[in-house]
Nanobody
Framework: QVELVESGGGLVQPGGTLRLSCQPSGLPFATIAMAWFRQATGKEREVVAAISRSTFTYYQDSVKGRFTISRDNAANTVYLQMNGLKPEDTAVYHC?????????????????????WGQGTQVTVSS
């Protein structure tokens, strides 16, 4: 059974920093793409950042220059370094993985294109 374990969320003041990690277990195949999505209360889930196996990346415009996604292929682990956090970044952050073939260098940014999901970790940015 596939399980994605996320860690690193918490409460931080505006301008602060957090680093999220996601490590899967029980995967039958290598991951093609990995991503972080977030869902704030009362809002729809949205992509934050995504990364392909060859480390091509995609970022939502609102996090460009502040967040960095990276991955360790050997450990199948994906990270999200979040700097300059803002109150509007407050949300539950979910890790997502895709194991099916993807025919583009740009990783997918649609939640429907991912196969496995983590339970989520809360990120709260507040003074």
């Amino acid at each position: 059974q596939v399980e994605l374990v996320e860690s690193g969320g918490g409460l931080v003041q505006p301008g602060g920093t957090l680093r999220l990690s996601c490590q899967p277990s029980g995967l039958p195949f290598a991951t093609i793409a990995m991503a972080w999505f977030r869902q704030a209360t009362g809002k729809e889930r949205e992509v934050v950042a995504a990364i392909s196996r060859s480390t091509f990346t995609y970022y939502q415009d609102s996090v460009k220059g502040r967040f960095t996604i990276s991955r360790d292929n050997a450990a199948n682990t994906v990270y999200l370094q979040m700097n300059g956090l803002k109150p509007e970044d407050t949300a539950v952050y979910h890790c997502a993985l895709r194991t099916r073939y993807w025919g583009s260098t740009t990783p997918p940014a649609d939640s429907n294109d991912y196969d496995y999901w983590g339970q989520g970790t809360q990120v709260t940015v507040s003074s």
